[in-house]
T-cell receptor
């Protein structure tokens, strides 16, 4: 693994189903993030984690949950998907300094029908 | 509230220079980032400014004025591969990045 990986690449999901998006990084970054990106809107933070064992809510957390059991993995779960959760989801990681850059995974394109 | 403003779309000619502006109003300021995002791909880091002035990196330069809440990204000697969206983001007092909606740059031959 080099950098950040996300799985799946894309998914079509029926409304009401549960779905977990996976994210793994090998850069030993303490901080990890989940964003959604919708046309015409900036990246919006869903949840974040500053270090293993801690998580926090971002701008649009409703309907999503995360866990951070170790440094490398940061899965995002949709407990009961709704069509408004159709979006492109990006996972990112960084160090925790003010100048530390966020590095992004390739994204997951999710469609909820 | 927090707000980052960028033009939605700009068009420029191959070989020319283009300036993409970004204005911001955020709760606190801990630096401003520019990212490039090609269609269907992830954002990639271009530049970081925390002090006023110009940072130059090859064909790309970024300027910051903290007193005016203003930054710009300057792209010189434009190439077709520079066609992409350019995202401005500010790190706020909570050390979270607040993102603009991005500027789609179209390069014409």
């Amino acid at each position: 693994i080099a950098g950040i990986t996300q799985a799946p690449t894309s998914q079509i999901l029926a409304a009401g189903r549960r779905m977990t998006l996976r994210c793994t990084q090998d850069m030993r970054h303490n901080a990890m993030y989940w964003y959604r990106q919708d046309l015409g809107l900036g990246l919006r933070l869903i949840h974040y984690s500053n270090t293993a064992g801690t998580t926090g809510k971002g701008e649009v957390p409703d309907g999503y949950s995360v866990s951070r059991a170790n440094t490398d993995d940061f899965p995002l779960t949709l407990a009961s998907a709704v069509p408004s959760q159709t979006s492109v989801y990006f996972c990112a990681s960084s160090g925790t300094g003010a100048s530390d850059t966020q590095y992004f995974g390739p994204g997951t394109r999710l469609t909820v029908l | 509230g927090q707000n980052i403003d960028q033009p939605t779309e700009m068009t420029a000619t191959e070989g020319a220079i283009v300036q993409i502006n970004c204005t911001y109003q955020t709760s606190g300021f801990n630096g401003l980032f520019w990212y490039q995002q090609h269609a269907g791909e992830a954002p990639t880091f271009l530049s970081y400014n925390v002090l006023d002035g110009l940072e130059e990196k090859g064909r790309f330069s970024s300027f910051l004025s903290r007193s005016k809440g203003y930054s710009y990204l300057l792209l010189k000697e434009l190439q077709m591969k520079d066609s992409a969206s350019y995202l401005c983001a500010v790190r706020d007092s909570n050390y979270q990045l607040i993102w603009g909606a991005g500027t789609k740059l179209i390069i014409k031959p």
